[in-house]
């Protein structure tokens, strides 16, 4: 599933965002300054294009400093990837606080990355290892449209996630809306924008981030 071309155009054109294309993944940094030290290593869902997430996850760059690193799975398959945490910190030495995250199947990746961040963000996600019994500082971002991972499966999948953990719903987001790469199949039909999704996601994390020990 191909990254759409607009959106990652833009990215490409904003001259706040410096960007580093290493074989392990993706650096979105912000452009002439050191930014903060709090720093997300993203992992795509399957078969999803990493340059697809570009444009979502653009806004902690410019808005708050923080640096992203959209990983590269082996085989495009988050399962099959058998890298530490630290094979894609490794790409921004200079950042101290890593959170790590995941769209779809690349959050179940995330989960089992968890005990070596700072946090934990699901996109349209949920944990396949319990994880209810951490201290990590936990972040779920679902759709009410989504087909893939439904408001179902989030709500069945609770259970492991830690108790404090933030759940948000966000209306009309489906599965695709955590991404610019089209429909995808199976999923529900969105009725909110991607301005109005990217809108929350950048506000959550932020929030998250404020918050981390």
């Not at 399957?46 to 690193?69: E, F, H, R």
Request: proline share 7%; net charge negative.
């Amino acid at each position: 599933m191909a990254a759409e071309p607009e959106p990652l155009a833009a990215v490409r054109a904003d001259d706040r965002i410096a960007i580093t294309d290493d074989g392990a993944g993706i650096v979105l940094a912000p452009a002439g300054s050191a930014g903060t030290d709090t720093a997300l290593v993203f992992i795509p869902g399957a078969k999803v294009d990493p340059w697809a997430y570009a444009a979502i996850l653009s806004g902690l760059v410019t808005d708050d400093g923080m640096t992203v690193v959209i990983t590269k799975p082996w085989l495009n398959l988050a399962f099959f990837d058998l890298r530490p945490l630290s094979g894609f910190t490794d790409l921004a030495p200079e950042v101290g606080a890593w959170m790590v995250g995941g769209h779809s199947l690349g959050g179940v990746k995330a989960c089992q990355l968890a005990s070596d961040a700072r946090a934990l963000v699901l996109f349209a996600s949920y944990c396949a290892n319990d994880l209810s019994a951490s201290e990590t500082p936990m972040l779920s971002l679902s759709g009410s449209e989504d087909g893939l991972s439904t408001p179902q499966k989030i709500a069945d999948a609770r259970h492991r996630l830690p108790a404090d953990g933030v759940m948000v719903e966000i209306p009309g987001a489906s599965d695709a809306s955590f991404g610019d790469y089209g429909p995808q199949s199976g999923d529900g039909t969105p009725t909110a924008t991607d301005a109005e999704v990217e809108a929350v996601v950048v506000a959550e994390v932020r929030d998250l981030a404020a918050h981390l020990p």
